[in-house]
T-cell receptor
Framework: EVQLVESGGGLVQPGGSLRLSCSAS????????MGWVRQTPGRGLEWVSL???????YYADSVKGRFTISRDKSKNTLFLEMDSLRVEDTAMYYC????????????WGRGTLITVTS | DIQMTQSPSSLSASLGDRVTITCRAG??????LNWYQQKPGKAPKFLIY???NLQIGVPSRFSGSGSGTTFTLTINSLEPEDSATYYC?????????FGQGTKVEI
């Protein structure tokens, strides 16, 4: 059974940084397509970033240049480095597996909450 | 970006009812459409891919149809555990975008 567990969320001031982690079991983060999706009451579900098994990375325009997705094979962990955080980045962030052939977010973690506020 | 619009935003139905949710895409996305179910306080759950294919383990009372710009999610014979918010998502191209959700109350 695939399980994803996010951590690293919390309260941060605008302009600050955070690193989210997603510990995976039942799959290899290095051999699969993985991603991050966020959710707010106001904007709903929003795709944030993807990393393909080959290492290619993709970002939503709203986070491009500020967020970096990466993975650690030895720890079987996915990361999202978030810099220059804005109030509008406040959201629940979910780690997901990505079913490449259908473009679907297949397995989801429970999420970790980021609140950007002064 | 491809805009996804769901209707209705919410609905109320009775146990055993048949429920239909519509998702419209802002352009032709062929059959690149996925559906998710989210219960309060939980992460979304992947239900249907490529418009009509049920993910493993999803009850057969759920079905999806459509192509092009108009898609539907149907729940036949509504069960208590189907009370949730349902989202569509286009996978035709990045950025992948979701509908705003349809809340189903029983």
């Amino acid at each position: 059974e695939v399980q994803l567990v996010e951590s690293g969320g919390g309260l941060v001031q605008p302009g600050g940084s955070l690193r989210l982690s997603c510990s995976a079991s039942g799959i290899s983060v290095n051999s699969n397509y993985m991603g991050w999706v966020r959710q707010t009451p106001g904007r709903g579900l929003e795709w944030v970033s993807l990393i393909y098994s080959g290492g290619a990375t993709y970002y939503a325009d709203s986070v491009k240049g500020r967020f970096t997705i990466s993975r650690d094979k030895s720890k079987n962990t996915l990361f999202l480095e978030m810099d220059s955080l804005r109030v509008e980045d406040t959201a629940m962030y979910y780690c997901t597996t990505f079913y490449w052939s259908s473009g679907a977010f297949e397995t989801w973690g429970r999420g970790t909450l980021i609140t950007v506020t002064s | 970006d491809i805009q996804m619009t769901q209707s209705p935003s919410s609905l109320s139905a009775s146990l055993g009812d048949r429920v239909t949710i519509t998702c419209r895409a802002g352009q032709n996305i062929y059959r690149s459409l996925n559906w998710y179910q989210q219960k309060p306080g939980k992460a979304p759950k992947f239900l249907i891919y490529d418009a009509s294919n049920l993910q493993i383990g999803v009850p057969s009372r759920f079905s999806g149809s459509g192509s092009g710009t108009t898609f539907t999610l149907t729940i036949n014979s509504l069960e208590p555990e189907d009370s949730a918010t349902y989202y569509c998502q286009q996978s035709y191209g990045m950025p992948y975008t979701f509908g705003q959700g349809t809340k189903v109350e029983i």
